[in-house]
C-alpha cells in the first residue's frame, strides 16, 4: 500500500473544507439577503450547479479555465510562476468546487431558520450588521452550518471526477484515495484496494457518527437545559 | 416630545395611509389584524421602508421620501418591543441586555446589574431565555430596550403571548414604566381593554387607513363611526334614520329611539353597548322603554349575554340584540321590559 494516498487525500480534505467552509457561508449570507428573487434563483442556480452536474462536467469546466492557453491558466502560468493543471493544488480546487454546494446549501437553509424579528431587534438596539451575524445568526444557525461542513468534507474526500479530470493520476503528487482506489482496482492489486477501501469507509463512518452528534446534540440554551 | 409620522406603503390587499402627530402621552393604535397597525410600527422603527412619506422624532427626521432620507434602523434610536419578545435565544439575560449597550465588556456590567435589579431579574441574570416565564421574558425584553435609552418606545401587542393571569399584573406594571418613561411610545394592539388601560390618545386603523384620532377616553364614550364603535367593544348596531331634533327611528330593529342633540347630520347608523340596557318592568317614567322577546341565552362565569329582538320582528342577525348584565346585579327571572337612555344611544356613520 503507498501511503502517500492517504496523506495526499488528508492534506486535499483538510485545505479544501477550510476554503469551503467559509466560502458557502459567505456566498450563504450574500444569496440571504438578495432581496430580488429573479437574481437570487439565478445566484442559487449557478452555486448549486456543481452539486448535480456529473463531476467530470465540472472538471472539464475547470481544465476549460484552468488549462495553460486559458487566460486564468496562463496568468497563473506567467504572472506567479505556477501551473494549476496537474499539480496538487489542482486537487484541492476540485473538492472546493465539488464540495461547495453542499456547505452553501446547508447554511443558506440555517441562515433562514433564524427568526428574523431576532434579527430586526438587533438592529434596534443598535447592534451593526457584523455584529449580528456573528453574535446572533452564526450562533443559532451552527448545527445546520456544522453539518454542511462535515457533508462537504466527506463530500471533498471522496471526489474522484473532477479531480481526475483536472489534477490526474500522478502517484506521490494528485492520486487522492478514490484515485488510489482506481487505479489498485485497474492495476488488478485487489490487496491495496482493500485497504483504501477500508480507510475511506472508516473515515466516512466516522464523519456520519460526527455529523449525527451535532445536530441531535442538546444545545445548552434550548428549554430544559441548566443555568451555568 | 413628539413624533410625526405620515406614510403611504402599497401592501398586499390594501393601501397603508397613516398620519399621526404624537405629542408625548400615550399613543394606542387599535385595529383588526391586517389594519396595518405593525406594519406603521415597523416603518417607524426602520425594519420596513415606506413607499413615500415623512417620519421624525422630535425635529430629527428619519424617513423623507422627497428628500431622499431613510435612516438605518441602528441609527434610530427607536426601541421596539416584539410580541414574541424576540429575546436571543443563545444569550443568557445578562448578555441579552449588554447588547444593547455601548462600550466594553467590564464597562458595561454595571449598568447591566443596574437595570437586572430595576426589572426585578435578580438571580436570572445567568438564565437563558427559553428557562424564564412570559413575565420574566417581557421584563429582560423591556430592559434592553430601554438600556438602549431609545427617544421612542413601540409596543407591538406586548400582551398576546401571555396568560391570562398574567396579563393583569405586567399590565399594571407597564402602567408603571410607561409613567416614568421620558419618551414618546405607541402601543398597537387589538385588545380594547390593553389601549383603554394604556393610552391617553387612540388612533384607530381599518384597512390601512386612520378612521379617527382622538382622547382614547373620548373615543370609548362617543365613537363617530360604526367602525370604530365596533372596535371598542360595541356589539349592537342598527341603520336609523333621523325623526325629529331628539328622536331617532333604529330600522333593523323597528325601534323608535330618543337621544342626546345634536343629531349628525350624515348619520346612518346607530349603536348600543351590551351592558348599556337596563331592566324596566317597573319604572314606566323611564325613556326608550320596550318589550323584549329572548331568542337565546349564553352563560359567563360572572355574567349572562342574552339575545333578543323586539316582539313581532322577525328574528336574524340584523335584528338580533346582545344585552350583557352581571349575575350579582340582577339574578332573578329575565325582565320583560328593558330600556336604555338617550346618551347611550351611539350616532354613528359609516357603511358598517
Known amino acids: ?228 | 416630545m413628539s413624533l410625526k409620522v405620515d406614510i403611504h406603503k402599497k401592501l398586499k390587499g390594501f393601501a397603508l395611509d397613516v398620519c399621526f402627530d404624537s405629542g408625548g402621552a400615550p399613543l394606542g393604535i387599535l385595529g383588526a389584524s391586517g389594519s396595518g397597525k405593525s406594519m406603521t410600527l415597523k416603518c417607524i422603527a426602520g425594519i420596513e421602508s415606506p413607499d413615500s412619506g415623512h417620519i421624525s422624532v422630535n425635529g430629527r427626521v428619519l424617513y423623507d421620501s422627497a428628500r431622499k432620507i431613510n435612516v438605518k434602523p441602528q441609527k434610530r434610536n427607536i426601541g421596539y418591543l416584539f410580541q414574541n419578545y424576540a429575546l436571543f435565544p443563545n444569550m443568557t439575560v445578562a448578555q441579552n441586555i449588554a447588547c444593547a449597550l455601548p462600550g466594553s465588556r467590564a464597562g458595561k456590567a454595571p449598568k447591566v446589574d443596574e437595570l437586572v435589579r430595576r426589572f426585578a431579574l435578580d438571580g436570572l441574570a445567568g438564565r437563558y431565555p427559553a428557562q424564564l416565564s412570559g413575565g420574566q421574558q417581557q421584563r429582560v425584553a423591556l430592559a434592553r430596550i430601554l438600556a438602549y435609552e431609545p427617544e421612542v418606545l413601540l409596543l407591538d401587542e406586548p400582551f398576546s403571548a401571555l396568560d391570562a393571569f398574567l396579563k393583569e399584573a405586567l399590565q399594571v406594571e407597564m402602567r408603571q414604566l410607561l409613567a416614568q418613561y421620558g419618551g414618546d411610545t405607541v402601543l398597537v394592539t387589538h385588545n380594547r381593554d390593553e389601549v383603554y388601560r394604556l393610552s391617553e390618545d387612540l388612533l384607530v386603523l381599518d384597512g390601512g387607513r386612520a378612521l379617527s384620532m382622538a382622547p382614547t377616553e373620548e373615543t370609548f364614550e362617543k365613537p363617530r363611526q360604526v367602525q370604530v364603535a365596533r372596535l371598542t367593544g360595541c356589539k349592537n348596531f342598527s341603520r336609523a334614520v333621523k325623526l325629529d331634533d331628539t328622536h331617532v327611528e333604529a330600522t333593523d330593529w323597528r325601534l323608535r329611539l330618543q337621544v342626546a342633540a345634536p343629531i349628525p347630520e350624515n348619520l346612518t347608523h346607530i349603536g348600543i353597548r351590551a351592558h348599556y340596557f337596563v331592566p324596566a318592568d317597573d319604572d314606566m317614567a323611564m325613556p326608550n322603554r320596550f318589550p323584549i322577546a329572548v331568542h337565546s341565552l349564553l352563560e359567563d362565569p360572572f355574567e349572562w349575554n342574552v339575545m333578543f329582538h323586539l316582539p313581532g320582528v322577525q328574528h336574524s342577525p340584523q335584528t338580533g340584540i346582545w344585552w350583557k348584565y352581571a349575575k350579582q346585579q340582577h339574578n332573578g327571572a329575565l325582565p320583560k321590559m328593558l330600556s336604555v337612555t338617550p346618551q347611550n344611544v351611539l350616532l354613528l356613520e359609516g357603511d358598517g
Open chain 1, 1 to 228: 500500500m503507498d501511503f502517500s494516498a492517504i496523506l495526499i487525500s488528508l492534506r486535499t480534505a483538510s485545505l479544501s473544507i477550510v476554503i469551503t467552509f467559509f466560502l458557502g457561508i459567505l456566498a450563504a449570507r450574500w444569496v440571504v439577503s438578495i432581496r430580488t428573487t429573479v437574481l437570487k434563483t439565478i445566484i442559487d442556480g449557478i452555486f448549486t450547479l456543481p452539486l448535480v452536474l456529473p463531476p467530470t462536467v465540472a472538471g472539464f469546466f475547470l481544465l476549460y479555465i484552468f488549462g495553460v492557453r486559458r487566460p486564468i491558466g496562463q496568468f497563473f502560468l506567467d504572472v506567479l510562476g505556477t501551473k494549476i493543471v496537474f499539480s496538487w493544488g489542482a486537487t484541492v480546487i476540485a473538492a472546493v468546487v465539488v464540495s461547495f454546494p453542499l456547505m452553501y446549501r446547508s447554511a443558506r437553509g440555517a441562515f433562514e431558520q433564524v427568526d428574523q424579528n431576532l434579527i430586526h431587534a438587533a438592529r434596534t438596539i443598535g447592534m451593526s450588521e457584523w455584529r449580528i451575524f456573528w453574535r446572533i445568526v452564526l450562533p443559532l444557525a451552527l448545527p445546520g452550518v456544522a453539518s454542511g461542513g462535515i457533508l462537504a468534507f466527506a463530500r471533498g474526500l471522496g471526489e474522484f471526477g473532477a479531480t481526475a479530470m483536472i489534477a490526474g493520476n500522478i502517484a506521490g503528487k494528485t492520486r487522492t484515495l478514490p484515485l488510489a482506489v482506481y487505479s489498485a482496482v485497474a492495476a488488478g492489486d485487489m490487496e491495496a484496494a482493500y485497504e483504501y477501501v477500508g480507510i475511506l469507509v472508516g473515515i466516512s463512518f466516522l464523519v456520519v457518527v460526527g455529523m449525527n452528534w451535532f445536530t441531535a446534540r442538546e444545545r445548552r440554551y434550548k428549554a430544559g437545559g441548566r443555568a451555568k
